[in-house]
């Protein structure tokens, strides 16, 4: 690492000979290998761009040249150069580095960026602020890892394609995104389009042309011109779609040719305007797993850093999402119009074991949410019963979708949301702490919790019975209490049902799904201190189980909601409203315990749950204080 041990940041790289940077390279890739494979983390994309980080170090002098890094988990080398590489041990850790780019952490993270899609975005108006302030530095913006998939860069291509700024659009394609490089043909137009002889001589050709238009032939000669060249561009150019969007297009180049890519950027960064430099690279390149699954090298959790493989985990129940993609694998079996869906996360949703059984009835649409949505709102209207197997914080992308497309037509789309609650080491951009109130807020819509594994079951079974507006459920992130019987074994849960769990009198507990497990353990505290609590099981938030409610709220004085996402208009805060006109005979107090209104960072969940007192221990602790403060003792 006698390089690296030099580089304090981009300026270091820049005083570097062309021949080291290779070698410069190398060390970052073995650094991150070496590093990631204690704290696990998004490693793929990151070992893809090694080469490109260096050579946008090298040609770029950041931070005066704002780099915006699309997808945040491309950046892990981006760290490593940027004065981050003492740190890295620190990755995903409590208290140490974000997975992804924030701009508090460096003054070279110009944009924060977990999900993907907001590169080109943001890049561009950073370059309409520069030119509105009349400074003067370049813009890039580094775009792949699947981005392309996403509505939003084309968005961003059609503004700023034809506005004349000087930008630029970097092309990470890893054979996740665009189509993979086809052969021979496609590398040498490549090194054509990319030439500086090239670029010359059609800057040259352009102006023959408008100079020869005032002699001879006038505006018909341009418009002739124009159409020669359309056609020789359709006929031949890989670029097509960026041209005819407005950016000048150079590629496609090799993404680990570090002497290619730094004459490439010497060269683009010479010219004005919209333009993209498109780069072919290796997802996971140099790491050392034994089966080539590009999954595998997305993201992994910490391994042996020489061969790839999985340290052993813990043994214990499986994760939420096993019992998930297991569950609908088998009630498929049942379900002949039962479709599933998700937005370029099949192994993350638990999908990829319904892709295997059923691979006619599986639907991978890309980082697309809000067409996943509207997709299944259009097999929803034919009969189809469609599961959409999304994240928490990936359902908040196409709330337009959910509300226009599926809850106003009433349609049975059935929403599965994975990563709900604290979601651990991914942290700010991925917590999925809001499903609960903006799904409470969409008219026609079941909401749901199942507190484990078979009541996960009987929920989808649930849902599955009903064809009368959308449906949906919600679970962390974590693994579940315990193993689920086979689906087979599990009744459908009565619809708008709560169950109790713990029957008391001094106060009740409405637990929300997997708070169950925390809000029994506060019960048997309590116990000690001679109190008889309710505990329920809040399955449904929407609708809310109004006889059982009314009987909560006429035995009990405090009532107190325990729910793991955010308190500001979550399930408490329904549950209030709707008590307030039940006029009990006797005053009741709701009071919602949830995760409070500020950005929670990244920990793992359990510390997470602790840290907001969404313990057994926490929530004692607060009815406590409550009983306290009401002036409430045990019967």
């Avoid at 290619?260 to 430099?277: A, C, D, I, Y």
């Avoid at 928490?392 to 994975?418: E, G, M, N, W």
């Amino acid at each position: 690492m006698a390089l690296l041990e030099s580089i304090r940041g981009p300026e270091d790289v820049r005083r570097l000979e062309r021949a080291q940077l290779q070698p410069l390279a190398d060390e970052v890739r073995t650094r991150l290998i070496d590093v990631v494979s204690q704290t696990g983390g998004h490693i793929g994309a990151g070992l893809g761009v090694v080469e490109l980080t260096v050579a946008l170090c090298y040609c770029f002098d950041s931070p005066r040249d704002k780099i915006v890094w699309d997808v945040g988990h491309q950046g892990y080398p981006w760290k490593i150069l940027t004065g981050r590489n003492d740190r890295l041990p620190t990755l995903r850790q409590m208290g140490g580095l974000s997975g992804f780019l924030r701009r508090g952490e460096s003054p070279h993270d110009q944009f924060g960026a977990g999900h993907a899609g907001t590169g080109l975005s943001a890049a561009y108006g950073i370059a309409a602020a520069r030119d509105l302030r009349g400074e003067q530095f370049k813009v890039v913006a580094v775009v792949g890892d699947g981005a392309l998939t996403c509505g939003l860069p084309y968005e961003a291509m059609n503004n700023a394609g034809h506005s004349g700024r000087d930008i630029i659009m970097v092309l990470n394609d890893n054979g996740m995104s665009i189509a993979p490089n086809v052969g021979a043909i496609n590398k040498y137009l490549g090194s054509i389009i990319a030439s500086p002889i090239t670029v010359r001589v059609r800057e040259l050709v352009k102006a023959v042309i408008e100079r020869a238009s005032h002699v001879v032939g006038g505006p018909r000669l341009v418009e002739f011109a124009k159409n020669v060249e359309e056609s020789i561009k359709n006929l031949w150019s890989p670029g097509m779609l960026f041209e005819e969007l407005g950016f000048r297009y150079f590629g496609p180049i090799d993404g680990h040719n570090l002497e290619q890519m730094v004459h490439t950027f010497e060269l683009v960064k010479t010219l004005k305007g919209p333009r993209v430099v498109h780069v072919l690279t290796e997802k996971g390149k140099g790491f050392p797993l034994p089966e080539p699954d590009l999954e595998k090298y997305h993201a992994r959790a910490p391994y042996d850093p020489l061969t790839g493989r999985l340290k052993p985990a813990n043994p214990g129940p499986p994760q939420w999402t096993r019992v998930f993609g297991e569950a609908l694998t088998q009630l498929a079996a049942e379900h002949g119009d039962l479709v599933t869906i998700t937005a370029a996360m099949p192994s993350g949703t638990g999908t990829n074991v319904f892709q295997k059984k059923w691979p006619e009835r599986f639907f991978d649409v890309g980082i697309a949410e809000a067409h996943a949505v509207t997709f299944a709102a259009g097999l929803a209207t034919q009969g189809m019963r469609p599961v959409v197997a999304i994240y928490s914080t990936f359902l908040q992308r196409a709330y337009d979708s959910v509300i226009h497309d599926v809850a106003i037509q009433k349609l049975p789309v059935i929403f599965c949301l994975d990563r709900a609650g604290m979601v651990g080491e991914d942290g700010p951009t991925h917590q999925g702490l809001y499903d609960i109130p903006y799904l409470l807020a969409v008219p026609h819509m079941t909401v749901t919790a199942p507190r484990d594994g078979a009541e996960l079951i009987g929920l989808l079974r649930c849902a599955l019975a009903r064809g009368d507006g959308p449906f949906s459920l919600r679970y962390p992130r974590d693994k579940a209490p315990a193993e689920a019987p086979p689906a087979a074994e599990v009744a459908a849960i009565p619809y708008g049902t709560w169950e109790v769990l713990r029957k008391g009198k001094d106060c009740a507990i409405l637990a929300v799904g997997v708070m169950c497990g925390p809000a029994l353990e506060a019960a048997d505290l309590l116990a000690a201190d001679g109190w008889n609590v309710t505990v329920v099981n809040c399955r449904f938030l929407k609708p809310l189980d109004r006889e059982m409610l009314d009987a909560l709220a006429h035995e009990h004085r405090l009532l107190v909601t325990v729910e793991d996402g955010t308190v500001v208009n979550g399930f408490g805060a329904y549950v209030a409203a709707v008590v307030q006109t039940t006029a009990p005979p006797l005053e009741v107090r709701v009071v919602p315990l949830g995760v409070p209104d500020r950005i929670h960072e990244h920990a793992p969940r359990a510390h997470q749950l602790a840290d907001v007192g969404l313990t057994g221990a926490g929530i004692a602790g607060r009815v406590r204080a409550l009983a306290a403060l009401e002036s409430l003792a045990p019967s």
